[in-house]
């Protein structure tokens, strides 16, 4: 039926909806339905098919004749904005129930059974744009260009043009724009739609005052110092996000809503309001991670998020490792207690403690840290971390037992994560470099320390289904000789963190009958990761690792490397489960290695 004799019916499909469910009338066994377009392009079929609600009503288990007739009434208006979207201005639809035009079918008679649907769609000529207008919008707008005179003429490239001169205007600190008259009109003789659309971009608006709504235990002043509302600057709806980014990060809601103002105040500024749910106060998590040599690793993290009222963040980490493998256990505790918007919105304040105890395969030590810090955040994906720490280590190694190191550490650490996800990225990079000047104190020498960890993620095709994977860690120890630095400080390779299938820090400097870390150290890796189903997928990976006694590795740098492959299974928001098996390539190593745990290897 042509769309002109069905705007009149749009109540009377409404009420025919509401009087049906009082009709309890049977369906009969067998129902046909069908949708035809034939003048329409494939793809325009397809999506007149795929937003049909008569098509798809059996599956959602509609089927009497109540829901089937509401269905019907429904897809006159849903067909029509889909040929509308597609520039289509003169269309037809008609649905026939048992041959009868479901408009047309009286809303207190329905009848007893439906058999047959056809759906029939005339889409008309495709519109193209006569006038096409849109004023005034701020100087250096750039308008879609499927917005012009002659370009194919739709609905969509009239939301996305008013879409855009709203964001532009906005953007220029016109925070109350609005679409102050619009003439739209169809030329069906010539196919032509012709629009003029008039914007009232209102007078440019300053920042008023933030309101905060809602039950939080966060002190308001606290949630003040953490939005760094910027009142009395010119309206950015990009600082609004930022506000909202700030609260967030926190850690502390569970959401943060910021709603501008109906109206501006008369000195042309506009309030906001925030609207907070908190989280739980505390949160307790665990980890286990197996390799074949070296045991279970167990790690637990107690958190408290809003410890003072001010949003502040205590976080208890201990990890115990080795259990059960071939060396004794290593234990460590850690504390940080974090302080948002300690010098200004960006940049905040923390406090560490640490002590460990380390049984690796070539020294021993036991170590004590107490320092402070700042944080300071430059957008979502860039942070950076300064502190001042104090720290001492006692350990046996190659280089004799009882050595003491007594430090004073400065450590620059910059991140950088662009990646997709943080358990399973698809795409992306992920840079994280430590520069740390050391100075050491009570007959301890002096020297540089610095490390970098580099991922890139790239999907292999359109469906995410494969993904290359690339890893590229460096590390270097300038300044005191080898034997004069804390083994801590020092790298060895080899194990799930660097070159799976040999093992745990097999790689080192020899010396003597012993082996100890190099003054440098690279490790590359490699995976292709594939989908074999939504939740499973497997990984196919090659690890090579080099270290050096230099403070810079070489071609003749000692190196091993190892490959294998891999079974994921996604556990959705924790990442998936991960089963490495890998055996050595070139090396010391020998015999298989599996690696168990959580998350991606990278």
Known sequence: MPLKRLRHRAGTFCLAGLLALAAPLGQAQALEISLSAPNASEDLAERLRGASSVLSARARGFDTVQELLAASLSDYRTLVQVLYDAGHFG????????????????????????????????????????????????????????????????????????????????????????IAAQKITANHRNAQLNADIRMAPGPKLRFGTLHIAGQSDVRPDAIQRIAGFPSGETFDPQDVQTVGTRLRRT???????????????????LDYTATFEDQPKRHLSFGIELQSNEGIDLSAKWMHRN????????????????????????????????????FGPDSSSFYLFEIESLDEPHYTARRAMLGL???????????????????????????????????????????????????????GTYLNAQITPFAGFKGSKSGLYLKADGRAYRPLGSSNRIVAAGRLQLGSALGPGLQDIAPGLLFFSGGAG????????????????????GRSFLAASAELRGYVTDKISLVGFYDVGMVDSDSFVSGSSSRHAGAGIGLRYDLGGLGPLRLDLAQPVSGTGNGLQFYLGIGQAF
């Open 91 to 178: 269309p037809s639809v008609s649905i026939r129930l048992n041959g009868r035009e479901a408009a047309l079918i009286p809303p207190l008679n329905p009848p007893a059974s439906i058999s047959t649907i056809d759906i029939r769609v005339e889409p008309g000529p495709a519109f193209r744009f006569g006038t096409a207008r849109i004023a005034p919008v701020p100087q250096g707008t750039d308008l879609p260009s499927t917005f012009a005179t002659g370009a194919p003429a739709s609905t969509a490239v009239l939301q996305a043009t008013t879409r855009t001169a709203r964001e532009a205007w906005r953007d220029a600190g016109h925070a109350k724009v609005r």
């Open 251 to 269: 850690g502390t809601f569970t959401s943060v809503a910021l709603s501008e103002a109906e109206n501006a105040n008369p000195d042309g500024t």
């Open 373 to 427: 810090g700042v944080r300071r955040v430059f957008s979502e994906t860039l942070h950076a971390e300064w502190s001042l720490v104090g720290a001492t280590t006692r350990a046996d190694d190659a280089f004799g037992t009882g050595r003491r190191f007594d430090y004073l550490l400065l450590p620059l650490r910059i991140e950088q994560d662009r990646r997709d996800s943080k358990v399973s990225a698809t795409k």
């Open 307 to 342: 410890l003072f009222g001010g949003a502040e963040r205590l976080r208890i980490e201990t990890r115990l490792a080795n259990i059960g493998g071939s060396g004794d256990q290593d234990g460590r505790v850690a504390v940080r207690l974090d302080r948002p918007a300690t």
């Open 498 to 517: 660097s070159v799976r299938g040999q093992p745990y820090q097999s790689l080192g400097i020899p010396v003597g009958g012993s082996t100890a870390g």
